[in-house]
């Protein structure tokens, strides 16, 4: 059985730093794009990041570029997502999906899996 579980929610204050991690089990997914998305309450779910199967390729919503960083390690099965300069406005659950490739997951096609989210919450 495939699962994604994230982890490194929590509360911060904004300016903070938190680091996400999504491990992946029951099969490997070193072949695939891997991505963060997020969603605050009352509000859509939306895209923060996709890194590409290598780790060669990211892309990043504007909201978040030179604040997040997205990286991968392959031989973990998981993916990571730095956040740094947190904002009141970035508190959502965070969830980790994989996709067959960046241009799947920024189109917004339908993902193969999905996390069942993490909690972060930015305090002013």
């Known amino acids: 059985q495939v699962q994604l579980v994230e982890s490194g929610g929590g509360l911060v204050q904004a300016g903070g730093s938190l680091r996400l991690s999504c491990a992946a089990s029951?099969?490997?997914?070193?072949?695939?794009?891997m991505a963060w998305f997020r969603q605050a309450p009352g509000k859509e779910r939306e895209f923060v990041a996709v890194?590409?199967?290598?780790?060669?390729?990211?892309y990043y919503a504007d909201s978040v570029k030179g604040r997040f960083t997205i990286s991968r390690d392959n031989g973990k099965n998981t993916v990571y997502l730095q956040m740094n300069s947190l904002k009141p406005e970035e508190t959502a659950v965070y969830y980790c999906?994989?996709?067959?490739?960046?241009?799947?997951?920024?189109?917004?096609?339908?993902?193969?899996?999905w996390g069942q989210g993490t909690q972060v919450t930015v305090s002013s």
């Open positions: 029951g099969r490997t997914f070193s072949n695939y794009a």
């Open positions: 999906a994989v996709g067959k490739n960046i241009r799947t997951i920024v189109d917004g096609l339908p993902l193969d899996y």
């Open positions: 890194i590409s199967w290598s780790g060669a390729g990211t």
